[in-house]
């Protein structure tokens, strides 16, 4: 939970630490992760967050919530189902790039036919982020205006896992320039952006859709 910066759901952790058994604690810390990158990803306000928390956590210390099924029960309708999770997705920028790494790293690995993926996070060392359309672009992105440049830069479709060398080496150059960088990855999300032929807006959100079609089976709202 760490590496997603939150710190709302603790009490509800502690109430369920002297409460709840030890497989049952092993789910909750599973779909805990799950609910707060939903959480994050769609926009829910923290002060929203501690008030349902805190809810949730008195009923489990008077007895009332025994699993992590009674509690997903209690939190029905203040998680984001997989329709709105996966809409908004499909929109998110990531300015963080913590965050952003965790998300793709996630999405690769589930794209890859892994299990559980999302409980090992990166930790950037091996691996950074490239954003593919610069924020400051020069002559070889003149068909992209330093508006949307701005709005799209930090988008996750515009994001993409590479390794550390490699990233600092192409550095803001053309698409063009970095299309061999990218189809050399050995990340299939990212060498899959080597298939346009032009990175323009268009492009950046047509693939932020397929990669928010991965969402639902990365950060599942249940756990088993």
Do not use: C
Request: proline share 4%; glycine share 6%.
């Amino acid at each position: 939970m760490r590496y997603l910066g939150v710190t709302q759901i603790r009490p509800l952790l502690l109430a369920a630490f002297g409460e709840f058994s030890k497989k049952e604690m092993e789910k909750l810390l599973k779909v805990s992760v799950n609910w707060s990158v939903r959480f994050l990803i769609s926009g829910v306000p923290s002060g929203n967050l501690e008030g349902y928390y805190s809810r949730s956590a008195k009923k489990i210390s008077e007895g009332n919530i025994k699993t992590v099924a009674d509690l997903t029960k209690d939190m029905a309708g203040v998680v984001p189902d997989d329709e709105k999770f996966i809409a908004a997705l499909a929109t998110a920028s990531v300015p963080v790039a913590s965050f952003a790494r965790y998300y793709l790293r996630t999405l690769q690995v589930v794209q890859d036919g892994m299990k559980e993926p999302m409980y090992v996070p990166s930790d950037g060392k091996a691996v950074t982020l490239e954003h593919i359309l610069p924020v400051n672009t020069g002559v070889d992105w003149k068909y992209i205006s330093d508006e949307d440049a701005k709005a799209y830069y930090n988008r996750l479709g515009n994001q993409a896992l590479l390794a550390g060398t490699v990233n600092s080496a192409i550095g803001n150059v053309g698409f063009s320039s970095k299309k061999e960088a990218l189809s050399a990855s050995p990340f299939s999300l990212t060498n899959d952006v080597a298939k346009w032929s032009v990175w323009d807006v268009s492009a950046i959100a047509e693939r932020q859709k397929k990669l928010a079609s991965l969402g639902a089976k990365a950060w599942p709202l249940t756990v088993k």
